[in-house]
Structures are given as C-alpha cells and as structure tokens.
C-alpha cells in the first residue's frame, strides 16, 4: 500500500496548470551561473541567488532595519526517528488536544465507535493551521497566556482509523478509488463530515503546563456541515446558485483547512486547500471552474454522494448535470469551496464568511502584513500545487484599529506574482476588463474572474511555482517569507541542464520585500532564503551549506514570532520509511531560523509517519503550541489489518495513532526559544 496520506493529498490534486507560463523553475535556471554550477557544483551556482544577512536585504527597495536580532538560545536537536516527540534539553512537551477529544454537548468521551452524531462535538481528525486567542485583557494581542480559545483547522481524515472500531481493522482505503464506488453507509459519510472543519475550544492553564479544556459556550465544531455565508463579489453570482442556496448567497461547510491566518481585527481565518477532490463530475466536458481546479470525472476522494439514505447534503457532492432531475443539481457545488473563511472565535452565533474577494484556488493559507491605521488593509495566500501561484490582496478600504471588520476584505484587488530572472517581480492585478480577463477569454464579471482565479491568473502571465504554502511577514523589516515545499513534477526540460534543484524534492524558502517600502506596491524584489535538502544539496542565506544540526526538507508550515525567531516545519510524506532521497533527515522536525545571519538550527522531530504543522505561542512566549498530524499514516495495509501501527502516538503502548497538538514549555519559565 502506498502511503495514504500521501494518496490523499496528490492523487486528487491532479497537475490542471496548461499555461504554458514560464515557471520558477526557469526563472531560477535563468539566475544562475552556468558555468559555475558546472566548474563548482551546487555552492558557486547559487551565490548569486542569495541576499545573505539581513543588512544586505536591507539595501534592497523597500527593506527597513531590523529593530532587534532574535537568539537562538537552545542546544539543537540531532535528526531522529524515534515514535515520539525530541525537544531541546530543558524544555517538556505535553499533548493537550487530540482527535477525538471532547469540546461541547454532552462531551462524549472518545471511543474508536464513536458516531457521526459524536463526532460533531469532538476535535476533528489531523490538526493542522491553529491560533491561540487570549480571553482575558484590553489588547486581545497581549492579553492572558494562561486562559485562551485555541482555534484548529482539521484538515482531512484517514477513514481506516476513524471507523476502526467499525470495522475490526479492516483495510477500507480503497474507498474513493475505481472500481470502489459502491454505496457508502450515510452513519460513516456524517462521521467523516464532522470530522473535518474547525474547532473553536476554550484551554486554561494551571500554572505548571498543564493545559484543560474547559467548558464555554464558546467552544464549537464547525464541519463540512456547517451553514456560511458568501461574501465578495461572487455573492449571488450565477455560478454560485445551487438547490441549497438557488441565490447564491449560502453554502455548506469547509473542507480540506490547512493554514490559516489571523486579522488585525482578531478574527481567524481558514483556508481551504485540496478541497476538489471531495467532488466528482460525470460530465463529457467540465466546465473550467471545476477542470482547472482538479475536480475529477471517475471518482471522488471518499464518495459521500453514495451514502445510503442520503441527503442532499451528501448528494451535493456529486456535481454532474442531471437534466431529469426536476429539482435541478448540484453543478455549481464545487464553486463554492475553494475560498478563506473567516470564524469570529468570540461569537458562536456569527456565521463563518466566505470572503471571495481573496479568490477561489487551493489556498494553503493566508498572512497579513502588520496593519497600520489610515492605510489598506494587505494579505499574501499560497496557492498548495504544482506549478501553481502566490496571490497578494490590498484592500480598498482603509485599516481603522477598532472599528475595522471583515466586510473589509469584501471589496479590493487581487493580484498574482510574476518572478523576473534579475531579481525584481510584479504583480499583476486579477481585474475585470484589464489584462485579457474580459469577454474575450470568457469572463463576464469580477466574480467570474474570482471563481476562475486560476484561469485568470494563467492569461495574465503568473509565474508558475513549486507548491506555495505558509507565508508570514517580519514585522520590523516588513520582509515576506513563503515556503516552497518541492514539486518532482518539475523536469530537467523545464529548468535546463545549469538548475541544481531540476525535480526540486527538497524545496526552498523564498522572500521578498515590496518596492519603495510599500506594501501596496505592484512591485517587488526576490532571492532565496533557503535551499533544503540534505547535507552537500542544501545552502542558507548566506549561500552556506546547512550542517547536522539544520538540514531538513520539504519546508511547509512557516511562522515568525514576536521575537523575528522564524519558525519552518516540515512536510516528508515518506520520511518515516527512511528511503529514497529522504533517507538521512529522518521523521519531520521543526526549526528555528534568525532572519537577518541565517543561521538555522533543529528545535523539534516528531514522531512516525506524521507532518509538523501549526505554530503560535502565547502572547508572553513562554508556550508554543505545535500540531502533530497524522502519525503512524506510513501504516502498511498489512500491519493495519493486525493492529500494528507504525506509531502509537500520543497515547502510547499498542494504541493506535492520533493526531494531536501539544504545549512547549521552557522548565525554567523562559521565552521558548531565547
């Protein structure tokens, strides 16, 4: 059996980009020095890539001084493969929050049988974007470090652990596979539902690092399930009209949240990523707006419109045309995932918000640049497949700290970034009537072009990129940092014989500062800083290579603290197997990294087969929270069906695996990191 969190993820997130748009990968061979690449090797032909410490990007437009230079003061850890979590020697980890674990109603006690109906009041499966939301203090930014909601996305499930007291360790990955579409149990369809989503549950400290989860009102699942609103210039688009909301106006549900970001308003924000594999359409020919996102014509991830007794909330997810039906279908369906919801934590009466204006694609995330009163309101999104794009949002409305809201976002411009070979990028505004998004190439208005983002970014010539995922943003020098994961997609005829990085399995971290020093700004200036991979194929800012103590691959999860101490996770889909060109890097870790020297080093390995994901701290720094998703899922179908996990984390012993997110702390009671 292949990995399964693997399949999941890639095999319903077809390659859909046609564009012919010359990709990173060009722009980068195009950077590079050929002859040095083939007198030196990997070290002189990426000298010129790097900008190096933080004084040499500072003299690039746009750049401000640092304020302060963050410490790294910990001993790292060594690379490791051991089925548990390794932190730096002083430091204690301790899981707080697993699937599973209660939060509201009657607070069922978690079961291996626990129903669908369970399941709704339960932390949903592989968490994985969160925030930390103060409860206590004027300034929601430095409120209480001890009492807080602590807000997780839950990105997709493994449905042979989440009915495994079902089915007695029968292997049921096949489900969502060809030749597998027969009827699914409408009992298990809901379980799976809501066991995606978002949770919104109150935790308190009491004082020695031991977390609870407490009873509040507050506290909530929202599922697949959950009614939303539509918001932006696709409300009540046309396209958006389904026999749920023949208005276009509502839907149903979030799926597939992997990042997040957080508002200068304090609401949180979840992104939806591989979501189109959730549907399927039997149509001859599909329109674009599901063929350009993936949206299969065979089979769906896990066939939810096959539930028995079934309702339209399962059937919706079959998008086909159905001309006899009298009632109308479910074609526009897919038109309404795809997009940032934003969940006002505080408020369990408030609907989540779609907000379309930030575009419909595979969004990864979202990071706002630090708001300034008088000024628009900016945030970043990546778009999580290959060859796909990194998007820029300025607001039309201007930030005003205190009266502020959401419907701010409801009205601006979208833009999408275009990599020069020297250096320098732009970004090209996603407009109605400019750039060839006119009736010409079949648009018909700004929602068209925000449901058909993908499209639209494709004619205005976006550079292609491998696998933008978290972005967040310096505070003091205002420098934007994006991890690009890999894309072994990428050939050598692609990039050129002179590109080091030709399948890109080991990723990167670029960064770049808009020009002038404005955020608004249409232009920008770009260089890497990291190329991941092993020891001898990798290189810091500074064009060094990394050592024992700060190799990795597969950057994802990215995150800058109060302190500038940037944060990168990592995403190996097989590094628990030790094989391929993983071998050395062992499970996925978690690193720490200063901005302005480079320097790098290992904070955390997380147990087997799981991804580390998700990262804040409380407003005093002391806990740092992290998500372990989906250990033991390397699990072959064998070792499944007689219980032998390939993790037993967290719960230990001959359990079998959870996802969960656990609580750092400093056993001194110092700044976690410093």
């Known amino acids: 059996m292949t990995n399964l969190a693997d399949r999941l993820h890639h095999d319903f997130e077809p390659e859909t980009n046609q564009s012919g748009n010359r990709t990173f990968g060009e722009v980068v061979n195009a950077r590079l020095d050929r002859r ?26 746009g750049a401000q001084a640092a304020s302060s230079s963050p410490t790294l003061g910990f001993d790292p850890v060594p690379v490791s493969a051991a089925d548990t979590v390794v932190v730096p020697e002083g430091y204690e980890a301790k899981v707080i929050y697993r699937w599973g674990d209660a939060i509201s109603g009657d607070f ?19 968490n994985d974007g969160m925030h930390f939301f103060p409860i206590e203090g004027e300034d929601p930014w430095q409120g209480s470090s001890t009492d807080g909601l602590l807000v997780v996305n839950h990105e997709y499930i493994e449905s042979r652990y989440l009915h495994y007291g079902i089915t007695q360790g029968t292997e049921i990955s096949s489900w969502g596979t060809p030749g597998h579409e027969g009827p699914r149990d409408s009992g298990q369809v809901l379980k799976e539902l809501n066991a995606h989503g978002v949770s919104v549950a109150r935790i308190r400290d009491d004082g020695n690092g031991n977390w609870q989860i407490v009873p509040d009102p507050r506290n909530r699942r929202i599922t697949g399930l959950t009614r939303m609103e539509i918001a932006g210039p696709a409300r009540g688009h046309a396209k958006m009209a389904t026999l749920y909301s023949p208005e276009g106006t509502h839907t149903r549900g979030t799926l ?8 200068p308003w304090n609401t949180y924000m979840a992104a939806e990523e591989n979501w189109s594999g959730y549907f399927v359409n039997h149509d001859d020919t599909l329109p674009r707006e599901h063929a350009r996102m993936g949206v299969r014509t065979d089979v769906s991830r896990h066939n939810w419109h096959l539930a028995e007794n079934g309702n339209d909330g399962f059937v919706r997810f079959d998008a086909s045309t159905k001309a006899d039906s009298p009632a109308g279908d479910y074609r526009n369906e897919p038109n309404t ?9 505080f408020d369990p009466d408030a609907a989540p918000v779609k907000r379309t204006t930030l575009g419909r694609f595979a969004h990864e995330g979202v990071v706002f640049a630090p708001a300034e009163a008088g000024k628009p309101v900016v945030c970043y999104s990546g778009d999580d497949s290959v060859f796909e794009y ?23 411009t979208l833009y999408v970034a275009r990599f020069n070979d020297d250096g320098t990028g732009e970004w090209l505004p996603l407009v109605y009537g400019q750039n060839g998004l006119d009736e010409s190439n079949g648009f018909t208005d700004q929602g068209d072009v925000l449901i058909n983002t993908r499209t639209a970014a494709d004619i205005v010539g976006a550079t292609p990129m491998d696998r933008p995922e978290w972005g967040t943003v310096d505070p003091a020098t205002r420098a934007v940092y994006f991890t690009l994961t890999n894309n072994s997609r990428r050939t050598e005829d692609q990039t050129g014989s002179a590109n080091p990085r030709a399948e890109n399995r080991y990723g990167s971290i670029i960064r770049w500062n808009e020009a002038d020093g404005d955020q608004e700004s249409e232009r920008f200036n770009w260089d890497f800083f990291v190329l991941a991979g092993p020891q001898g194929d990798s290189r810091d800012a500074n064009g060094e290579a990394l050592d024992e103590n700060s190799v990795f691959a597969c950057p994802d999860g990215l995150w800058i603290d109060a302190d500038r101490r940037l944060w990168i996770q990592t995403d190996i889909s097989d590094s628990a197997t030790n094989q391929g060109p ?8 978690m690193l720490v990294a200063n901005p302005d020297t480079g320097e790098i080093r290992r904070f955390l390995t997380g147990p087997a087969g799981c991804e580390i994901t998700g990262v804040v701290t409380t407003p005093d720094r002391r806990t740092l929270f992290v998500n372990v998703q989906h250990p033991g899922a390397n699990t072959s179908a064998a070792d499944f069906a007689a219980g032998n996990f390939a993790s037993h984390f967290p719960d230990g012993g001959n359990a079998f695996p959870r996802s969960a997110t656990i609580a750092i702390r400093r056993l001194d009671g110092g700044i976690i990191g410093a």
């Open 337 to 345: 995932f795809g997009w940032i919801t934003e969940i006002d934590p």
């Open 36 to 61: 040095n690449f083939l007198r030196g090797g990997l070290g002189l032909a990426v000298t010129g890539i790097f900008a190096g410490p933080i004084s040499a990007c500072s003299s690039l437009p």
């Open 390 to 412: 990194i998007y820029k949002f300025v607001s039309d409305g201007l930030y005003q700290p205190g009266l502020t809201r959401g419907d701010i976002l409801d009205s601006g």
């Open 108 to 126: 069922p006690a978690f079961a291996p049988d626990n129903t669908g109906e369970d399941q709704a009041h339960q932390a949903g499966m592989h």
């Open 256 to 263: 597939s949240n992997c990042a997040h970001g957080v508002t």
């Open 582 to 589: 993983y071998e050395s890097l062992g499970n996925n870790q």
